[in-house]
């Protein structure tokens, strides 16, 4: 799946990855995912612009909390939403700089320690 950035086309690269089957407990501890998201930049040399954001968050149509985050990066973003009582997490990494996306999937999904996921690749441009 992983793709190389032709710079002279293209903007960047936008993973999006639906993660299932994964510990309540694990998408509710915001230290955890807050480490995650300050480890991810630096493990695939990303750089942070500003503090990781994380917010415990319900509403109307999810009464159970979960949790919604992101961090800023000079070459984009990193976010997350958690739906702890269905297993689940939607995540987007996007960046202007090239990443090795196949190993992002395999660090996340080891980190969530995820049945399944499903991952979509695209390059913006």
């Known amino acids: 799946m992983s793709k190389t950035l032709d710079k002279s086309k293209t903007w960047g690269k936008h993973l999006i990855i639906d993660a299932y089957g994964i510990e309540e407990k694990k998408l509710k501890d915001g230290k955890t995912i807050r480490k995650l998201l300050n480890d991810l930049p ?5 750089r942070i612009l500003g503090k990781v954001v ?5 509403s109307e149509h999810y009464p159970d909390w979960g ?31 090239d990443f090795d ?25």
């Open 42 to 46: 630096e493990k695939f040399k990303m």
């Open 54 to 58: 994380i917010e415990k968050v319900a």
């Open 67 to 97: 949790l919604s985050g992101f961090v800023m990066l000079y070459e984009s973003h990193i976010s997350f939403h958690t739906w702890p009582k269905e297993g689940y997490v939607a995540m987007d990494l996007y960046s202007c700089k």
């Open 101 to 125: 996306d196949e190993s992002i999937n395999k660090y996340l999904k080891e980190f969530w320690k995820a049945k399944k996921m499903n991952v979509k690749l695209v390059i913006r441009g």
